[in-house]
């Protein structure tokens, strides 16, 4: 809405009664800028310590400055830098694979329920929703994965149990419900486009800010996942990242109270236990972290609609 004001003699002033003032605006801005860095800080501060001379920090405290300057968390990690590297590489398969199959697999279910003419559509709604609410359990989803699959000490064991989630089935079908119109799909058709046609030519191209949202989700769920590698991974070649860094924390917090009797008290003294496991959540958060900016874009896309209706 605008009023007019009358500023001098035959003209006209409009100033837009909506319009925040400078001082408003500075305030706000403020506020973003302070809550921006409040959710920032901690993962800057962790990185800082991550850095930071053990010793330093068992003298000083947790400091923003540190004194003194060390490398010897991300050396100490390093010490294992062939088997570093291969869980690293095991880490980027399984979320690669696992995200693509996350999609195609939940996308294609999802669309399928929502469509009006899929007959059966009320069943595989009620399935997948089912299944968010009860599941089979931790053991007989270990003899499935390990003696009906065979998956044992295998990849698949890493990506099968969880490339089809039914949260991201409901929000992709409420997704293709509310985005996708009925008409562009029945002019589809009235073309002679097959479904199959019409999913990847039409629905897919307009529906990328839920893909794209599932696909952060997904791939957040694959990388950060290291249960799975507990229960059926045993050769040292397959271990993922993260379950490799458990090991570590586990191996030296075991040394560390078991100095007396495994090694000396100055070995054990020396490890930089503190540092190592902030250089951990360094190595476990950066790559993913780096990789959200190019899943921005489509991500607030994907949570900003159906929010205004016209």
């Known amino acids: 809405m605008e009023r007019t004001l009358l500023s001098a003699p035959g003209k006209k002033k409009t100033r837009d009664i909506n319009a925040i003032s400078p001082l408003w605006n500075f305030i706000f801005n403020a506020g973003v800028c302070l809550f921006a860095l409040s959710c920032i800080?901690?993962?800057?501060?962790?990185?800082?310590?991550?850095?930071?001379?053990?010793?330093?920090?068992?003298?000083?405290?947790?400091?923003?400055?540190?004194?003194?300057?060390?490398?010897?968390?991300?050396?100490?990690?390093?010490?294992?830098?062939?088997?570093?590297?291969?869980?690293?590489?095991?880490?980027?398969?399984?979320?690669?694979i696992g995200t693509i199959l996350t999609l195609y697999l939940v996308s294609t279910y999802a669309y399928a329920i929502s469509r009006k003419n899929f007959d059966q559509r009320r069943f595989f709604s009620f399935l997948a929703f089912f299944t968010m609410l009860f599941s089979g359990g931790l053991?007989?989803?270990?003899?499935?994965?390990?003696?009906?699959?065979?998956?044992?000490?295998?990849?698949?064991?890493?990506?099968?149990?969880?490339?089809?989630?039914?949260?991201?089935?409901?929000?992709?079908?409420?997704?293709?419900?509310?985005?996708?119109?009925?008409?562009?799909?029945?002019?589809?058709?009235?073309?002679?486009?097959?479904?199959?046609?019409?999913?990847?030519?039409?629905?897919?191209?307009?529906?990328?800010?839920?893909?794209?949202?599932?696909?952060?989700?997904?791939?957040?769920?694959?990388?950060?996942?290291?249960?799975?590698?507990?229960?059926?991974?045993d050769n040292p070649n397959l271990i993922p990242l993260q379950t490799l860094l458990i090991r570590i924390q586990n191996n030296m917090d075991f040394i560390v109270q078991n100095s007396s009797q495994v090694v000396s008290y100055d070995i054990a003294a020396t490890l930089p236990t503190e540092t190592v496991r902030m250089a951990m959540v360094v190595l476990a958060t950066l790559p993913i972290a780096l990789a959200y900016p190019f899943f921005q874009k489509y991500f607030i896309q994907g949570l900003t609609i159906g929010s205004v209706k016209e």
């Open 41 to 96: 800080f901690p993962f800057i501060f962790i990185i800082i310590i991550s850095f930071t001379d053990e010793k330093t920090l068992a003298i000083n405290g947790f400091s923003i400055l540190p004194e003194v300057l060390s490398l010897d968390a991300y050396r100490f990690l390093m010490r294992s830098g062939e088997q570093m590297v291969q869980s690293l590489g095991v880490t980027l398969t399984v979320t690669v």
């Open 139 to 233: 053991v007989p989803g270990y003899i499935v994965v390990t003696q009906v699959l065979h998956l044992r000490d295998s990849i698949w064991a890493l990506i099968f149990p969880s490339i089809l989630n039914a949260f991201y089935i409901i929000v992709m079908r409420t997704f293709f419900t509310t985005t996708v119109p009925d008409a562009i799909i029945e002019s589809a058709k009235i073309d002679g486009a097959t479904e199959f046609g019409i999913y990847t030519r039409i629905v897919l191209p307009i529906s990328l800010p839920g893909i794209a949202t599932i696909g952060l989700f997904s791939t957040l769920g694959f990388w950060n996942d290291w249960f799975n590698a507990l229960l059926y991974i």
